[in-house]
Nanobody
Framework: VQLQAFGGGEVQPGGSLRLSCATTGLVFNLNVMHWWRQTPGKERDWLGNINTNGKTMYADTVKGRFTISRDDAKNTAYLQMSDLEPGDTAVYYC????????????WGRGTQVTVSS
């Protein structure tokens, strides 16, 4: 199983970016997909998730600005980020939790997002 977050880059404050989390080897439609971010010296922060029915939950810090979606046909999850702030600068990661059978958790390599003028 492999997960890979991509789509990061540098954006000005107020701008938008869409990150993708592409998966291979995962029974994607049986997995809840999570997004996280981490800055140097700090713990990884949970941003939100999308369950297998498409229901989403978000951390208060990003609610209203970030939107998580999924495309089961493409085995890919997305994180649409808008109204970005310098404080959103971080490495962004995706993870999965689910089946089939016993629940397993997988993590992908992160992608850097830098919000700077």
């Amino acid at each position: 199983v492999q997960l890979q977050a991509f789509g990061g880059g540098e954006v000005q404050p107020g701008g938008s970016l869409r990150l993708s989390c592409a998966t291979t080897g995962l029974v994607f439609n049986l997995n809840v997909m999570h997004w996280w971010r981490q800055t140097p010296g700090k713990e990884r922060d949970w941003l939100g998730n999308i369950n297998t029915n498409g229901k989403t939950m978000y951390a208060d810090t990003v609610k209203g600005r970030f939107t998580i979606s999924r495309d089961d046909a493409k085995n890919t999850a997305y994180l649409q980020m808008s109204d970005l702030e310098p404080g959103d600068t971080a490495v962004y990661y995706c993870s999965s939790i689910g089946g089939p059978g016993r629940q397993r958790e997988y993590w992908g390599r992160g992608t850097q997002v830098t919000v700077s003028s």
